[in-house]
């Protein structure tokens, strides 16, 4: 947002904000007074923070000119709450205690676990900020839920009715002492539909430890909480239980451990259930041995021991236990072994539908160990049989046969591929190789056509990149990368309807987000028949870009094949947003990364979410894991704070170092490097060994990972767009034509 769109905004904050509280109606009324601020062109903005760089606040002359107020707003919207008290410390009293500013110092609070401060300030805040009274309640309800008075905050999360309101009501009964009401409301929580596990886990270890005489249900808790909790916690309610899990619960908890990776202590698990009463079998135990073995990812050669006993032992599984231990060969990088292992599956369980599954990988192995020519005979038999149950047999075949070097008959399996394709991408990137067939087998003009057709109309895919690069290694003419624009930009004004106006101007701008989400509608009805643009507009004054991204998907598509120089700038601004711009330029220049490589892997890997944490753990803008976020800060010789991974600027920070590093072990080659950040970088350095010499197509066609081969194109997409919008077509990355 324009800095000086701020000062604006807060000169008048007193007058528009008093306004701006008054009741829906008044203040939509009085709209053109308070939000005289917020009125913006579709046109580019300037990034507020483009001439001051992440860390760099209070440091440089452009800092140390900042009035007080602008420095508040700032650290608000950079989310440094530790500096928010400070700065409000330097504002003139008037300014200090107005409204707005007082809530931005209560979530300041609130961040900083203060929760004192944050009732001191909202006190009866919504009287004066009505537009907001929703909010303000709930952020008192927090702060009383750990200050105090517990009772209150308890009463409203009970009345909210979610799951996790209701653990959050549960709390504060605990604290406030009526453990009744605690109960109910932990009750409440359990039995809701669709709860989170780790709501439930919560709820349960809260009702054990409440004083009642269920001890039904305390069995119960101790017995949920021991075969789903975290170990601690399994073991404090395995106290509880006096140990006395059967056998089969051991093998539940040993399978809920396996799934997280702790195989340690899953196997741990396995040997409790062997020397416990239940109903758990020696084959039960075997398969429980192999299945922790198999998803520690690492000790895949014990795995495939341990899946060769259970199969020795016979029994309905047999079958599966024999391809299970190849796979886990397979894994271990030990294709021979595995190739043999899957034949053994192939010939004595041929009537097994493993014996299909054994046939594929066969065909797979002899591809990735260059018998191309055995490997397109076993896929063409395979294709025959109609048996595989795989669906990338087609394109295994296709590479198969392109590899042995029968051009004629990949580019016949390459065209049917495209045919056959779900998604334009991916019909792009089989024209490409049918294309790149096509020349290898000297027919040059066909070649050029398809490359060229590529290129006009999937605009900046993968394909495109790919094609445009052998349209300049044939010699052939190049093809723009967009077509010119129908017509020049019409420029719109979109005004921040209150409250959103000032929750803005103070620099709340998630909370801003949040609120313009409820009043979407209001927006687009002042701007008739330009109701997405307008909204587009709108999320675009906030240094956020989660709900723009998302209404991006109303815009018309079509206009991101015209030149973003004209009409189609705001498709490709909302589309394309860039928010922390200031961060990520200062990552991207200090750390000597691509143009658009964070925003493309940001855009990829949670949709502009700063909050959001995968199943995975991986948390933020860039889906950082903690432990790989703490190395790379330790590599660094920085500070590490988990807590740090949801604020914006630590995030690009640390997950630009990461893709850094991933760039110096992968020789700054954004393709691998997109690979790496997806599957992990051993397995990229593997797939680059064995891939050393081939086309770059044939590469991404062979990642064995289906998420991987998509999120690669993508991030690569991703990024030539935004050096296109930013840079200009000459940025646009050459793709590396061979690996």
């Not at 062109?41 to 606040?57: I, Y």
């Not at 928010?84 to 707005?100: C, G, H, K, Q, S």
């Not at 269920?214 to 509880?240: F, M, Y």
């Not at 959103?500 to 409820?518: I, N, P, Q």
Request: glycine share 6%; charged share 30%.
């Amino acid at each position: 947002m324009r800095r000086t769109a701020i000062a604006l905004g807060v000169l008048g904050l007193a007058a528009a904000l008093a306004a701006g509280c008054k009741s829906p109606r008044t203040a939509e009324a009085d709209a053109d007074a308070t939000n005289a601020s917020s009125a913006v062109s579709a046109s580019p903005r300037p990034s507020l923070d483009a001439d001051v760089l992440p860390g760099d606040a209070g440091t440089s002359d452009a800092a140390e000119a900042r009035s007080p107020r602008e420095v508040l707003h700032d650290d608000v919207r950079r989310a440094r709450w530790e500096n928010v008290e400070t700065d409000a410390a330097r504002l003139p009293p008037n300014e200090r205690d107005a409204p707005i500013v007082r809530l931005a110092r209560a979530r300041a609070a609130l961040e900083r676990n203060d929760g004192k401060l944050a009732v001191s300030l909202l006190g009866k805040l919504e009287d004066e900020l009505p537009l907001l009274e929703a909010r303000v309640k709930r952020m008192r309800r927090a702060a009383m839920a750990e200050v105090g008075p517990y009772e209150v905050a308890a009463e409203g999360y009970f009345a909210e009715g979610t799951p996790k309101a209701y653990l959050s009501a549960a709390r504060a009964y605990e604290r406030a002492g009526n453990a009744a009401r605690a109960r109910l409301a932990c009750d409440r929580a359990i039995q809701a539909d669709k709860k989170p596990k780790s709501v439930e886990l919560e709820a349960r270890k809260l009702r054990l430890e409440l004083p009642h005489d269920d001890t039904a249900t305390d069995r119960d808790d101790a017995r949920w909480i021991a075969v789903n909790g975290p170990t601690k916690d399994a073991e404090r309610a395995l106290q509880k239980l006096g140990h006395a899990l059967p056998s089969e619960d051991w093998l539940r908890r040993a399978h809920v451990l396996a799934e997280a990776g702790d195989v340690d202590e899953a196997l741990k698990c396995v040997e409790r259930a062997a020397s416990s009463k239940g109903r758990a079998t020696a084959d039960d135990l075997c398969h429980a041995k192999a299945e922790a073995l198999y998803k520690s990812r690492s000790r895949y050669v014990e795995a495939s021991q341990a899946y060769t006993t259970c199969e020795r032992r016979g029994g309905p599984k047999a079958a599966e236990d024999a391809f299970l231990s190849a796979r886990a060969l397979s894994r271990a990088d030990k294709d021979r072994e595995a190739q043999t292992a899957m034949k053994r599956v192939r010939d004595h369980y041929a009537k097994s539908p493993f014996a299909a599954q054994a046939k594929f990988h066969i065909a797979r192995i002899a591809y990735f160990h260059g018998d191309y020519k055995e490997a397109s005979t076993a896929f063409d038999e395979l294709t025959s049989s109609r048996d595989h149950g795989e669906r990338d047999v087609p394109r295994y075949r296709a590479l198969s046969h392109f590899m042995a070097k029968d051009y004629a008959g990949a580019r016949r399996l390459f065209e049917a591929l495209a045919d056959s394709a779900d998604e334009s991408r991916n019909r792009a990137r089989y024209i490409d190789l049918a294309a790149l067939a096509a020349l290898r087998d000297g027919d040059r003009t066909h070649a050029v056509a398809r490359w060229s057709e590529v290129v006009r109309t999937h605009t900046l895919t993968f394909a495109a990149l790919v094609a445009q690069g052998r349209l300049d290694e044939a010699k052939a003419p190049a093809v723009p990368w967009t077509e010119p624009s129908a017509s020049p930009a019409v420029p719109i004004v979109v005004k921040l309807p209150a409250p959103v106006d000032a929750l803005h101007a103070v620099g709340l701008d998630d909370d801003a987000e949040e609120e313009l989400r409820t009043r979407e509608a209001f927006v687009e009805g002042e701007s008739a028949g330009r109701g997405v643009e307008a909204l587009c507009a709108a999320y675009g004054q906030l240094e956020r870009a989660k709900r723009r991204h998302q209404i991006a998907l109303r815009a018309p598509q079509s206009m991101l094949s015209e030149s973003p120089e004209g009409r189609a700038r705001w498709v490709w601004d909302c589309a394309f947003p860039r928010p922390y711009a200031g961060a990520v330029t200062d990552a991207e220049s200090s750390l000597g990364l691509p143009v658009g490589l964070v925003f493309g892997v940001m855009r990829q890997e949670s949709g502009f979410d700063a909050e959001v944490v995968s199943p995975a753990r991986a948390v933020g803008l860039l889906q950082l894991l903690p432990e790989t976020a703490k190395a790379v800060a330790e590599r660094a010789g920085t500070p590490f704070d988990p807590a740090e991974l949801t604020r914006p600027e630590a995030n690009v920070r640390l997950g630009a170092r990461y893709l850094r590093e991933l760039s110096d072990k992968l020789d700054a080659d954004p393709l691998r490097v997109a690979a790496a950040y997806n599957a992990g970088p051993d397995a990229v350095v593997k797939w680059h060994a064995r891939s050393a010499g081939v086309d770059v197509e044939v590469f991404v066609e062979s990642i064995p990972y289906g998420e991987t081969r998509g999120y690669v194109v993508r991030v690569l997409e991703n990024m030539a767009r935004y050096a296109l919008l930013t840079k200009g077509a000459a940025a646009v990355p050459r793709v590396k034509l061979t690996l």
